[in-house]
């Protein structure tokens, strides 16, 4: 596994980029585009991805947690079995993105687009849907409070 040591990636391409297992643990991935990468199994605690391009990237297995994720875009991202705790994704665009038994408790969704969003089975405790987007989202499972 390699360690980013809070690896500042700002403003950086990684367009389908194989980063899985990587540990980006605290990492600033500000304003980067990952489009279609992998970065499935990998760490990222405490990261920044601040309005960073996630659209159909592969971060199945990811461990996400207390970070910043506002305004980034996950759509058609692939978050199953992630673990989001205490994560902020306001704003965040998540349209037709795959959340399948993701653990989103005490997650910050505030005004996030869900659009057509799978969150079968995924743990929403506790966290904050105001103003979200909810429209045609999979909840088939999904633990609510």
Wanted: charged content about 20%; hydrophobic content about 45%.
């Amino acid at each position: 596994m390699c360690s980013s040591d809070q690896a500042e990636l700002r403003w950086v391409d990684l367009t389908d980029a194989d980063l899985g297992g990587t540990d980006l643990t605290g990492a600033d991935l500000s304003f980067s585009i990952l489009s279609g990468a992998n970065l499935s199994d990998t760490h990222m605690d405490k990261a920044t991805l601040y309005a960073t391009n996630l659209n159909r990237a592969n971060l199945s297995r990811v461990t996400l947690t207390y970070a910043t994720v506002e305004r980034a875009q996950l759509n058609g991202a692939n978050l199953a079995d992630a673990n989001l705790h205490s994560s902020n994704l306001k704003a965040a665009l998540l349209v037709n993105a795959t959340l399948q038994r993701a653990d989103l408790s005490f997650v910050q969704l505030n005004g996030a687009d869900l659009t057509n969003a799978d969150l079968r089975g995924a743990n929403l405790q506790n966290a904050d849907l105001t103003y979200a987007v909810l429209r045609g989202v999979r909840l088939d499972g999904a633990k609510l409070e």
